[in-house]
DNA sequence: ACGTCCATGTAGAAAATCTACACGATGTAT
DNA sequence: ATACATCGTGTAGATTTTCTACATGGACGT
């Protein structure tokens, strides 16, 4: 039994199609689809069905898949082992992540790396992206939830907390609101709020305040990007919602950030992995920094 | 990184010599000196060294080889998985084991066995030899120690316990012990002794009783064959220590045996394995056979 | 000193794997 | 309905990898 068929057919599981897969891996499709068909024949059972012009696995396959992941981290942990002899962290380490965290996390991270570890960054936009599906593709994934929100168990991936950050209320400078040194639910009810766009995690908070002070919230207008939802907040438009550590990073002193009690309000900061792509010496070299920038983040606003 | 060349270092750090490797993996030594070139090319780090005409591994070669094993294991269970999808136990699983236990257990272990598995024994001397060596040749090594005694620990390997055998005192009918339940240290000096080849593991519990006894004990004979031992204690020369399931099959009625009080006196009859053989479909059911059979054979000592 | 055993180079053979291209099936757009 | 794009899969040949056969040189025992 070949490894590299089985990572061939984990490919197939994760990236849904032949092609996806002959490209992740530099290969024609018609190279996949013959080691597929050699892996089937040594498997003596049928592994993959066409659907349409697709293919998908048999159960059998997804079960082949999933232990071709076990194979694949003990190679990984084997590659490990060796880059610590050498004690390297060489090679590149792609990572992808939502807007904010990567303002704040990755600058932070990439000066402490060294020159022989590359990391290739790219950002997405969270509400429209799965950020499971990016594993695939990415190295390290930032993702953010709710907490207690386990949005990303159950796919076999290794989900690292890097930080919890809690949301505030963001008013412009002269709010009535803005002595207050904190604010609840009640206070909230009758002010004009500046939202996320519909499905965006912090939506789940909006709707706690309403259950708590038993109204409805107006919202006149939906933004996804940070800094816009804050420029109409300073404006005086209205108040919104705003993750503590990220915001107010354009225009300081113009925006005043008031916690929210009586309702948990933080998001989760969590780096999503592949289970063999975590076991990379550069990978877990790069985790390892960006859970100290996330520590050192934490720390400077809470001490000061 | 390759696995076929992972499992190549693994080979050498368990039979010591490229031609040995070699000779298991019907290769020429030419091919295997290759690989295993281009693996340390691969490491950037010296695996091997040379010693004498021989080749030893290096610190991270021994690091890597035990890597190497659990990918061999995680492999191991992928392809066992996809044979319970089949749910067949096929192939040829290779055994050795020594000879009192392969008369006790293996007859009634190949009669359960399908005739798709194919199990091939062979049987060697238990105090000429390393157990544990023979797991390079061998799937599966049944071998015995005595209570309390590790000796295969720390080689990694997998062990599975199959059954505490008792070691009796054997007597000729008529003699004075003869007509006891049991018998205790005591009662043993002044006997004249047929005893087991110097190394050999009952070896301790003698000494056991001369200890406890506080006396010599006099040992006439040296053997190592049991059927041996059995016909001279029949004859009337001595007594001796004989396991309890094995002994008196050539010669029944002939052959009297009391249990023997006041020491731990009893072996340990346990499967050898490579921990990635040890994950193999075929190699488990036979190992599911030897354990049944092993509970059979206690029982119908206990029960009549 | 001699033969033996062992690892390792080299050259070419053998095997495995890939690319290029064609084909059929399946959706999608016009 | 027709044309077109997409997707997987065959086939033939090129490419790469890995093996064998044989030669070489060092280490050990007699």
Redesign the interface.
């Known amino acids: 039994?070949d490894?590299q068929r089985?990572e061939l057919l984990r490919e197939l599981a994760d990236r849904g199609s032949v092609t996806a897969v002959a490209l992740a891996t530099h290969r024609t499709p018609s190279a996949v689809s013959q080691q597929l068909k050699v892996l089937e024949r040594e498997?003596?059972?049928p592994l993959t069905q066409r659907q349409g012009r697709g293919l998908v696995l048999t159960d059998?396959g997804r079960?082949?898949a999933r232990?071709?992941t076990?194979?694949a981290?003990?190679?990984a942990?084997?590659?490990a082992?060796?880059d610590e002899?050498?004690n390297q962290a060489s090679g590149e380490v792609s990572l992808v992540t939502f807007p904010t965290a990567g303002q704040m996390l990755l600058p932070g991270v990439i000066k402490k790396l060294g020159a022989d570890l590359v990391l290739n960054c790219a950002d997405e936009d969270p509400e429209l992206s799965d950020f499971p599906a990016f594993t695939a593709e990415y190295d390290i994934v930032l993702a953010h939830s709710m907490s207690g929100q386990l949005s990303w168990a159950g796919r076999g991936l290794t989900v690292v907390p890097l930080m919890t950050e809690p949301l505030d209320v963001g008013l412009p400078v002269g709010h009535p609101l803005a002595d207050r040194v904190w604010v609840g639910p009640r206070d909230l009810v009758g002010e004009t709020w500046i939202g996320v766009t519909d499905g965006y995690p912090f939506e789940r908070i909006l709707h706690a305040i309403e259950q708590e002070a038993g109204a409805r919230l107006s919202m006149s207008q939906r933004f996804a990007d940070l800094a816009l939802i804050e420029s109409f907040v300073i404006a005086g438009l209205g108040i919104a919602l705003v993750p503590r550590y990220t915001s107010g990073g354009g225009q300081p002193g113009r925006l005043v950030l008031k916690p929210l009690r009586g309702i948990e309000s933080e998001r989760q900061i969590v780096a999503l992995m592949r289970p063999d792509r975590a076991e990379r010496l550069a990978v877990r070299t790069v985790i390892e920094e960006l859970q100290a920038e996330a520590a050192r983040v934490q720390q400077s606003h809470t001490e000061p």
Chains 1, 2 share one sequence.
């Open positions: 039994m490894v089985l498997a003596g059972l059998a079960a082949l232990s071709a076990d194979v981290v003990s190679l942990k084997a590659t082992l060796w002899f050498r």
